[in-house]
């Protein structure tokens, strides 16, 4: 009898760490927002919703960071993403850790962004304002706003390219610690090192390496408090450019918003 009392304590013991161990693995397979300091918000169908750490990510999110604010977003695939307001950043599509081919899609429409990503891990393909940039292994520093992107390569490797349909310029392998620069649709400018006028300009947080802070975040996440629907003037950015088609099915599902009428076409009145 002794024995089985025993074995039983064991047993539940064993249990207990099973849950544990399988509660941590849970955390640590979620997208997650996992630094939200300041002002930030985050746009799921047409309704902005106070960000909190330790809330999952949901492939759609507009992440819409304040001044001096921060988001960092980990995905368990690998990759890390800092948001530093004033910064808008779209989570265009997130891919499973088991995926064959995972690839995580931003889109990158203003602000200071510092991402890295590991070889053997998902990449991470930005879309920016002027060009493309894929990160599959290394860490680089964005800054990008409607007209013009930049981007440093603090380590490691990255690949940038022209946006489909836009203006063609010649793509290229950026390494560690080469500097990459367009404006509108200008030829892209290069150079060994940061410029001190881009180093001077980057937020002090962004110059620390990213901290993997995931496994913290335990139990059932934060539920964001919905707050009022997007306008139309927040709206029009992403109803331009490359992100116009997902915009488009999104706001043309709610007809009576006001960003809806920039997505519905004339009607054919020749007949």
């Not at 709610?254 to 519905?264: C, D, L, N, S, V």
Request: proline share 7%.
């Amino acid at each position: 009898m002794q024995a089985v009392r025993v074995f039983a304590v064991a047993f539940a013991h064993a249990v207990v760490l099973f849950a544990l161990a399988s509660a941590g693995a849970t955390a640590a397979e979620r997208p997650l927002y996992t630094i939200v300091d300041g002002d930030a918000r985050v746009l799921r169908g047409v309704t902005w919703h106070r960000l909190e750490a330790g809330a999952v990510v949901e492939a759609g999110d507009v992440v819409e960071a304040g001044e001096h604010a921060e988001v960092q977003v980990e995905l368990p695939t690998g990759p890390i993403v800092r948001i530093t307001g004033p910064g808008i950043a779209h989570v265009a599509a997130l891919a499973a850790a088991n995926a064959k081919h995972p690839v995580c899609e931003f889109t990158l429409l203003r602000g200071w962004f510092k991402l890295s990503a590991k070889e053997k891990a998902a990449p991470l393909e930005l879309t920016l304002p002027v060009a493309a940039l894929t990160l599959a292994d290394g860490i680089v520093v964005v800054h990008a706003d409607a007209r013009t992107a930049e981007v440093f390569v603090e380590a490691g490797r990255a690949n940038i390219a022209p946006l489909s349909g836009r203006a063609k310029f010649v793509g290229r392998k950026l390494i560690e610690g080469e500097y990459w620069a367009r404006a509108d649709e200008r030829a892209p400018q290069t150079a060994e090192g940061a410029p001190r006028a881009f180093v001077s300009a980057m937020p002090v947080q962004l110059r620390d390496a990213l901290p993997a802070l995931a496994a913290r975040f335990e139990g059932t996440p934060p539920k964001l408090v919905a707050g009022r629907i997007v306008n139309a003037a927040e709206a029009n950015p992403w109803l331009a450019g490359p992100t116009r088609a997902a915009f488009t099915r999104r706001f043309a599902g709610t007809p009576r918003h006001p960003a809806a009428r920039e997505t519905t076409p004339p009607k054919d009145r020749s007949s």
